[in-house]
Every structure is written in C-alpha cells, then in structure tokens.
C-alpha cells in the first residue's frame, strides 16, 4: 500500500516541463493525486486477462466515417505471449491503445481483468493503468534530458518513499542490464540502450500486462532480437506479453498471432 503521506505530485510537474510538444508523457503519469482505498480495491480486484468484445474504432474524416477497427473480439489469458501482425493503417496500434485504455472505442468493450475500461472513472483508469500496464513504443519516449534512473522512476511516483523508488528502479535497471548506465541521458544511449530503459520503465511496477507496439521497428536486427529476448524473459516469468510487430520470426515464436487487416480479424 502507498503511504500517502509521501506522495508528491509536484515530481510529475518538475519532470513534465521536460516533455516536448509533439512528445506524449508515458501513459503511466498521468496519475491521480493519490491511491484512495477504492482505487487500489480496483488495483487488486484485477484479474490479469484481456478481454476485447465487440469493439469499433471509428474516425470521422470529414462526412465520411472512417473505421480504424470493426468489430474485433478476442481474449487473452494471462501469461500469454500474442503478436499483433498486420500491415501499416490496419488498425494495431488502435487496438494497443484501446487495450492500454489510451483511447476509448466507440462501441463494445474492453475488460482488463474483471473492470471494464469504459465503467472507469478517469482516476481510476490511470491507477489501473501505472499498476498492471506496462506500454514500450517504437520510438521509446523517453525524457530527453532526464537520466536513465529519473526515466525509470517516473511510474513509482507513488511508491512509499524515495528511497524506495530509487531502490525498485536500479533493481530493473539492472535486470535490463544497464547498471553502468544510470546517469546517462537517452542521447547519450544507443537505440537498443534506450529500449531498454523504455523496458525497464514500463516494468518497474511490476505490472502484469507488457503492451509494446513495434518495439524493434527502429532498431537494427541483432538489437532487436536482444529487445525481444528480453520481453520475452519476462513473459517467461508470467507477465502478458502483447507485441505488435512486422516480423514474422518474432511472431513465431509467440504462443500466438492475431493478424488485422483494415480493422478486422484475418
Ligand atoms: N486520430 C485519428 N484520426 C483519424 N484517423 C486515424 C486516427 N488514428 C488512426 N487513424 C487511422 O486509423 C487507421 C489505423 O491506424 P493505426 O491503428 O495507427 O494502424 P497501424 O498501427 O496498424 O499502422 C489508419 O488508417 C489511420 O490513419
Ligand atoms: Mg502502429
């Protein structure tokens, strides 16, 4: 349980002025100011399965609506390690978003575990969210000029204290590998360092569903498959691996592929 008598948001707006514009935060800080008692009932209450039932994504563009994602429904257990295959505009990171609870659907629904994303209030979402979700994109969002340990500890912002939080992340950090590393700066990393701090980011609350939308989509070969043997360590030790990838050597070996063409299941 957090001790809310250590929380201090004010972390979240010193770290924040550092994002770019065209840079989204990670999903995990917007946060509520504190964990009520409800919300962590919330937290705890979560089963660890994905549920999509009937879900539709539509755009208007313009008179027309244009739909990102027809009617998709599928489920995945927990411990599984699914691909997300399809080609560019067909509708996967809709999907990884509406997952993530991101983005809304514009009809049907999505469980993670027994609550329902759409019947939560934004508090509690973002809870849900930094507890049991961990996102890793292809362009890795980091904080630019914040060092590797500052990127890793952005999620724990309610952990129980600083000492605490600095504790959990060296730990991950150097589960990653990156031990050496902590100070540095993401320009001063290379594209796979970076993912793995990325990694580490989305890991260090020990959530139960990883979400990486073509995480090696901008690494070379080699690094790549270093990228994925390491998301793959951690659906070995249980985690929900969900990959969204073009590669069909990282698809097979998932224990399964779901493959989306104009936002449908083929
Ligand atoms: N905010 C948006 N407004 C309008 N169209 C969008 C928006 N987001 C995504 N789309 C469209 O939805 C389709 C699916 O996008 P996306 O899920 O990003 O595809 P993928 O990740 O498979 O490349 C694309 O044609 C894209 O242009
Ligand atoms: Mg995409």
């Known amino acids: 349980m957090p001790n809310k008598s250590n929380i201090r948001p004010t972390i979240i707006a010193g770290l924040r002025s550092d994002i770019p514009e065209d840079l989204p935060p990670y999903p995990g ?3 509520p100011r504190r964990v009520s008692a409800q919300d962590q009932a919330t937290i705890e209450g979560t089963g660890t399965s994905v549920r999509v039932e009937n879900v539709s994504k539509t755009y208007k563009m313009g008179e027309e609506l244009f739909w990102a994602l027809r009617n998709v429904t599928f489920e995945i257990e927990k411990g599984e390690f699914v691909s997300i295959l399809g080609p560019s505009g067909s509708g996967k ?3 990884m978003h ?12 999505v469980y993670i575990g ?4 759409s019947k939560l209030n934004g508090r509690r979402l973002a809870t849900l969210r930094n507890k ?14 914040t060092n590797v340990l500052d990127n890793v500890m952005l999620p724990l912002i309610y952990s129980t204290n600083t000492k ?12 990653v590998g990156l031990k050496q590393k ?4 993401p320009n001063e990393l290379s594209g796979g360092e970076q993912q793995r701090v990325a990694i580490a980011r989305a890991l260090v609350n020990d ?7 073509e995480p090696t989509g901008n690494l070379d070969s080699n690094t790549g498959i270093q990228i994925l043997e390491l998301l793959v360590a951690f659906n070995r030790l249980g985690k929900t691996l969900i990959i969204v990838t073009h590669d069909q050597n990282i698809a097979k070996t998932s224990t399964r592929i779901i493959r989306l063409q104009d936002g449908q299941f083929i």
């Open 93 to 95: 990171s809709t999907l």
């Open 114 to 117: 027994e609550n329902n994303l």
């Open 164 to 175: 605490d939080r600095k504790s959990k992340a060296l730990q991950i950090i150097e589960r």
């Open 98 to 109: 509406l997952i993530g609870g991101l983005d809304k659907p514009t009809n049907g629904e």
């Open 182 to 185: 902590v100070k540095h700066k």
């Open 29 to 31: 800080t917007p946060l």
């Open 207 to 213: 959530p139960e569903i990883i979400l990486a939308d």
């Open 132 to 145: 049991q979700i961990g996102f890793v994109f292809q362009f890795f969002n980091l904080l630019p000029r």
